[in-house]
């Protein structure tokens, strides 16, 4: 794809989300929503700026508590990811515990997490480490066991070892599932953060929203909102260059899918 049909490619996606946001407000405008209701964009936006010394610190606070937890999902998920996938043994048992851990709804947990460690930073940094833990252990582990056997033999052909095969063949190939799965895992985390936010914290964007919606400030709700969506995309967009980076070899050719 040539840097023009790139650069095209992109404004048409900022045209499609900026058109969306010109519709709600215009929805807003000409049947006279109450911002109680719905506020519009543009109040929300205002609300942001005008508030943002205020919700700054909270901000940092959700920011800190998800990177921490999701840094903890991560390393877990990972070592149990391989576990299940080198692991026969290990997939039947360690599997549908996984399962039936993540069926769980984790605002049933949170009070649990408050109950053992008190209200504040912990149960949120556990709440978004057992939220994003589940797809990172699915995915490498679907990575690992989805590895071509022909690679595998002819490694153990040479002699190679079983670790030799699995740090060779094994992780390289599960590269671009496990990439995939912290795209996903990271938008989890904020959700498992502002979750315990809301029912046991005295600081982040969760409290703020809370309070927010108990006093009927809609807007200052919406900001909220707003500032989550913005951190969720600026990771996201984080990890999809790293996974570019490295695990570029795995990406679908652009000229072949516009072909």
Not at 150 to 169: F, P
Not at 218 to 231: E, M, Q, R, S
Request: glycine fraction near 8%.
């Amino acid at each position: 794809m040539t840097v023009t049909a790139r650069l095209r490619e992109h404004l048409n996606s900022a045209l499609l989300i900026a058109g969306i946001f010109v519709a709600w407000e215009l929805a807003c405008l000409l049947f006279h929503v109450s911002p109680i209701v719905l506020p519009r964009p543009s109040q929300v936006v205002s609300t942001l700026v005008v508030d943002m010394p205020a919700l700054w610190p909270n901000i940092l606070q959700t920011l800190f508590t998800t990177l921490v937890g999701f840094v903890g999902g991560m390393t877990i998920g990972v070592l149990l990811g391989v576990l299940v996938g080198v692991s026969r043994t290990a997939y039947n048992t360690a599997y549908p515990l996984l399962v039936g851990f993540s069926s769980i709804p984790k605002v049933a947990v949170v009070p649990i997490f408050v109950l053992w460690f008190g209200s504040g930073t912990i149960p949120a940094v556990l709440t978004a480490m057992t939220t994003c833990l589940f797809p990172i252990v699915v995915n490498v582990a679907t990575g690992l066991a989805t590895t071509e056997p022909e690679m595998e033999d002819v490694l153990k052909a040479l002699g190679a070892t079983r670790w030799q095969v699995l740090w060779n063949v094994g992780l390289p190939r599960a590269m671009p599932y496990f990439f995939a799965s912290l795209k996903i895992a990271v938008t989890l985390a904020f959700v498992g953060t502002v979750l315990s936010e809301t029912v046991a914290s005295n600081s982040g964007i969760g409290t703020v929203m809370m309070m927010a919606s108990a006093n009927f400030d809609v807007p200052l709700a919406f900001a909220g909102l707003f500032a989550l969506a913005i951190l969720g995309i600026i990771l996201y967009a984080v990890f999809a260059v790293i996974e570019h980076r490295i695990c570029g070899w795995a990406s679908r050719k652009t000229e072949l899918a516009t072909g």
